[in-house]
């Protein structure tokens, strides 16, 4: 108990995994100077602290929460998990009653919370309690079931898929397609690592894909059209895919954010235009299109130095889970991973025409408390593992003492 106690500094130091706190700094720091560069040119002069200062205090928020989910070990994660998810779902639904009606009035989604001057989305904290909750799920599973067989993978797959459809129904409610691609990335990362056998995993893979394609040519006739309607498609839904199609076509009603975000981050060329230096006027650029400013001030190279950093911090998260052996944080990290991961792909492809606009932010970097704070979370979910691994080791080794 005494070596316990007198534990030394640097041994507390190696059990925070400062990789990865390195990698979101500097995407936070790329993020406050982003935000700054869009204020500075899209709005009043007071503004722009407004939005610099908030957005500071949203990182600040989403430190403490990542220090106070490191406290939380294992075991008491996977105790919490259905309370957490069980409260993210009683949110999502809530908020399709209590939802912002200036937010809906301008997007069509009933996404928002509005408490005053403050907005608050609640799929954003969902997401990490969302993956706690399969991760469970699926370890829990496996563990019943050690040995994979077609009938026990369906078993699980049945489970996945009943754990995931409240959140879908949630999401469709809200108009919100956007975001149900997020968990439905979460949900695939897991099941691609969670053990199915192959048998199941390549024929849905074919099948998802006929079907993606399937929707795609539909979408592309009128005919098509009038079918996909019928199944709750709007027309706000069609307009983005029509404008990621032919983004030339319509450049001054819905197709001017997107060919404005290309005109923006094609002007950087090769090293950008410099830092505030801006000529090209992109809508909301300071939080789903922000990856136009870093194209226009920081060029090709900043570009890549970005997506360098956020693959770095894809790779300290997957060190930190090989490093651990523990089933349950592999599904945790598996899913956290996914869902930065379909964030950086989908954000930064449709702000250069690669993908359809879904309003999806860059994470760490775009403007916007509630999405930000959904991301730290599942950073603290990631940072918990080093801290409680390390804690443990220590505990080990003084114990041979």
Not at 33 to 57: E, G, N, R
Not at 176 to 185: N, P, Q, S, Y
Not at 230 to 250: C, E, I, M, N
Not at 349 to 359: A, E, K, R, W, Y
Request: aromatic share 14%.
């Amino acid at each position: 108990m005494a070596k316990n106690a007198t534990r030394q500094p640097d041994e507390t130091d190696s059990r925070i995994d400062w990789g990865i706190i390195f990698c979101v700094l500097m995407l936070a720091l790329i993020g406050l100077a982003s935000i700054y560069v869009a204020a500075t040119h899209d709005s009043s002069a007071t503004s722009i602290t407004s939005a610099v200062v908030s957005q500071l205090v949203w990182y600040i928020i989403g430190t403490i929460a990542i220090v106070i989910i490191m406290q939380f070990d294992s075991e008491q994660l996977w105790k919490v998990a259905p309370l957490l998810y069980g409260i993210g779902l009683f949110l999502l639904f809530s908020v399709w009653v209590f939802y912002s009606r200036s937010y809906y009035a301008s997007t069509g989604a009933k996404s928002w919370f509005a408490i005053g001057p403050l907005t608050f989305q609640p799929s954003e904290v969902m997401k990490p309690a969302f993956i706690l909750m399969l991760a469970r799920v699926v370890a829990d599973h496996n563990n019943n079931f050690p040995f994979h067989t077609v009938n026990s993978d369906f078993r699980l797959i049945g489970k996945i898929i009943l754990w995931t459809l409240p959140v879908a129904v949630a999401l469709k409610m809200q108009n919100d397609f956007g975001t149900m691609l997020v968990f439905f990335a979460i949900a695939g990362g897991v099941i691609l690592v969670s053990g199915i056998t192959w048998k199941i995993l390549a024929p849905a893979m074919i099948a998802l894909g006929v079907g993606g394609s399937g929707v795609l040519a539909l979408v592309t006739t009128t005919m098509g059209r009038k079918i996909l309607e019928k199944v709750g498609f709007q027309a706000y839904q069609f307009a983005r895919v029509d404008t990621w199609l032919h983004p030339s076509a319509d450049t001054s009603n819905q197709g001017y954010q997107l060919w404005q975000s290309m005109k923006a981050v094609g002007s950087g060329g090769i090293f950008g235009t410099g830092f505030n230096v801006s000529h090209v006027y992109v809508p909301v650029r300071e939080s789903d299109m922000i990856f136009s400013v870093i194209g226009e001030n920081f060029g090709f190279i900043g570009g890549c130095v970005l997506i360098f950093l956020y693959f770095l911090l894809i790779y300290q998260m997957i060190r930190v889970t090989f490093d651990t052996k523990n089933v349950f944080y592999a599904y945790i990290s598996t899913g956290v991973i996914m869902m930065i991961l379909f964030h950086v792909f989908e954000n930064i492809g449709m702000s250069i025409g690669l993908l359809p606009l879904t309003g999806i932010p860059l994470p760490f970097v775009s403007q916007g408390g509630s999405a930000l704070i959904g991301n730290l979370i599942g950073i603290g979910l990631i940072m918990s593992m080093r801290y409680h691994y390390k804690s443990y080791m220590f505990s080990r080794n003084e114990s041979f003492k």
